[in-house]
């Protein structure tokens, strides 16, 4: 093995190989474990996990299924102490229930175990003597310890939405308070310590849209919830157990979900809020940055084929403070601002970009961008539609402006050093077919299988600001196929990498991405990469998952000595089931999704 002296930052690891092992490998010289996985006890009370005797009430105390987004915040004052913030995305009935047959065929308990299975879990967590590892903390009463569910977890509702008629159901009148938060996939750490988590894909959990008034269908439709039919294909029945994902009986129920929820893991008893003014789509999530002027902005994405780049900007300015008055006007950034779309441009001539992924002539895929404003408080700017419907169906008002349509905008994190912001286009293998959108300089390959990373800098450093210039840092894919650039560095020396989902950076500013769906064969995994100088895109791996899993998270703690990711749905393969894993990961008898913590053995940083 190599020495790992490497200057702080530097990115000196050994490149880990493609594979399919079914197990999580890591470089020579580090070391994982697992810190917690489904079914582990996260409340007090909970019961061990037993695959034979579920019930929602254990899993409603139990650590979710799918972990997705991992968050690690300091306990204020201890080193040595945090709070694990994790989203559960979703469920795979068919790798948690024995004898699983169709999800006509659950019963109305399994549903709920199901529902309760969603969410997020706050974990607070010890490291591990003086290493890099980190375990649940041991104390039987955890103070902030909590289950957050979709089954039975209320919500508040924040800014213009809040309260209107767009929103108001049956069970709550109000249009104020919502139960449950839905498919969280990605999110942020705010600088005041909260979780900022995306409610991606939420349509799949409603029914009855054939039912819903005609005028209403097309918004439903915009956001793939089915109105041809009763039920959509692969639907997941949850109208069996709680009446209210039926669109028939509740076609507002459906706008209470698609939002950015903020979590106070510090406040285990209040409720999470849902910010309408941050827009409503298919939230992968969001990711804070305090400007020059003290606003902060959340940089988001929208993950669906041709649809859009988004950020929002607060009307009020960051306290930098841990004072409690401070931390309590923090709180509220998020409930009042600005929410504009990206357009983009290229600087080539369009005739150069012929969808293979040949560069332009002047070598570069990049370019210029405007953030289009749709709604500043309560005032419209999109014609024909009010704030409130701007806010609530904004993938149509993005249509309106003609925002630039995207190969899915995952996971948006702005750089801590640089301020430049990190984009990840997972892929779009239907760009260019048909009528659909042909290939552009943003998004510069027709069928895109692989994705590609979109940088942007705000013109003048100003991340309020309403213009900008980007790049595309990486086009990924195998190094030796034409199709891939790596930031000019030389391909020989890269890792082969296929459909970025997250990204994260080192304290040192190296940009860490995690794939989902490796199109190139071998198993997801993490790569890490500098952005900046001569290194620029020389882009390793340093991480790979288990059978069927996709790598989430990725977390790097401050003090650069923990990396977190979080293994989601190891063994998800066509046939697998509880009795007959693909995956046995972690515990060697049938696959369970879970969060691991990898570390240097010599203390060192990670990566360098
Ligand atoms: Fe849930 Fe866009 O990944
Ligand atoms: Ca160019
Ligand atoms: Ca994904
Ligand atoms: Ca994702």
New binding site residues.
Partial sequence: AAAHHGRAGRLTFETVAPNTLDRVTVPAGYQSSVVIRWGDPVEPGAPAFDVDKQTAAAQSKQFGYNN?FVGVIPVPGDRDRALLVVNHEYTNEDLMFRGFTTMDALTVEQLRIAIAAHGLSVVEIERVGRTGRWKPAKSRRPRWNRRITALATEFRLTGPVAGSALVRTAADPSGRIVVGTLNN??GGVTPWGTVLSGE?NFNQYFVGGDAVAADVKPKLNRYGITTTARYPSGSRKWDRAQERFDLALHPNEANRFGWIVEVDPFDPTGRPRKHTAMGRFKH?GANVIVARNGRVVAYMGD?ERFDYLYKFVSDKKYIDSDAPWARKHNLTLLESGTLYVAKVTGDSDPAEIDGTGRPPADGRFDGRGEWIKLVSGTTSYVPGMTAIDVLTFTRLAGDAVGATKMDRP??VQPSPRTGKIYAAMTNNTNRGTGANAKADEANPRNANKHGHIFEITEDRGDHTGATFTWQLPIVCGDPAAADTYFGGYDKAAVSPISCP??VAFDSAGNLWIST?GNALGGNDGLFATPVEGRERGHLRQFLTVPKGAET?GPFITADDRSVFVAVQHPGEITGASVDEPASVWPDGDFAKPGVVVTWRTDGGPVGS
């Fill in positions: 997705d996939c990605a991606e992968e993950d995952e996971d989902d997250n989902d989430c």
